[in-house]
Each structure stands twice: as C-alpha cells, then as structure tokens.
C-alpha cells in the first residue's frame, strides 16, 4: 500500500491510497481518503471523507494541495486502525451490548415524547 500524507491549503491533513496509474498534473487520485484531526482535549481521530459515497476514489486538485509526501509509520498506524474499526466485521456486538443500547434507545424515546411542565 502506497499511503501518502496530504496538506492542504486550508490546513486538512489528510491520508490516502494513491492510485499511481491514474493521477495527472491536473490532480491527485487517491483511494479511501481519511482526514486526521487533532483535538486539544481529546487527542487525534479520523474522518472518511467518502463514508457515504459509492466509491471510495476521490480526485484532490493539486491547486488545493500545499504538499504531498509518503506517509510515516505513525501515519500507517492510524489509517489501519482506523479502516479496521471502520470495517462491518468490526461492528459485531454481544448480546448484553444490543441490549443495552435497546434499552437506552427506548428511554431516549420515552423522554422525547413525555409532556415536560
């Protein structure tokens, strides 16, 4: 896998897959493109830029792009971490934990349609 680090102009990092063959002076094709935030309190988190698109490429105007270099070994660690939680085999919940989130479901139902005085 050919992951880079992109920066773009309005500051966004962003890591992705670079599709070699496809990509042109006009533009950067890159594959499931992730965006890194960094919150003060809470630390680093991603973002998928294409999480409700039907495909997963993803054209980045090099006129958006202040640099494009190949991504570091911590930069591996996220992307990866982050595709696998990402992944539907990682959302696989017991039994106890769909019951759970059933009952809290029910009850934040309960309270919205309660009459508040």
Known sequence: MNLLHIKLKNGDDILAQEYMEES?????????????CIDPVNGFFAKSWAILSATQNVVVPRSEVLFCYPASDK???????????????????????????????????????????
Do not use: Q
């Open 24 to 36: 042109d002076e006009n533009g950067i094709v890159v594959f499931s493109p992730v965006e890194i």
């Open 75 to 117: 930069a591996y660690t996220y992307y990866e971490e982050f595709l696998n939680k990402m992944s539907p085999s990682s959302e696989v919940y017991d039994e106890e934990e769909v019951s759970e989130l059933e009952e809290l479901f029910s009850t934040l139902l309960e309270s919205r349609n309660s009459t508040k005085h």
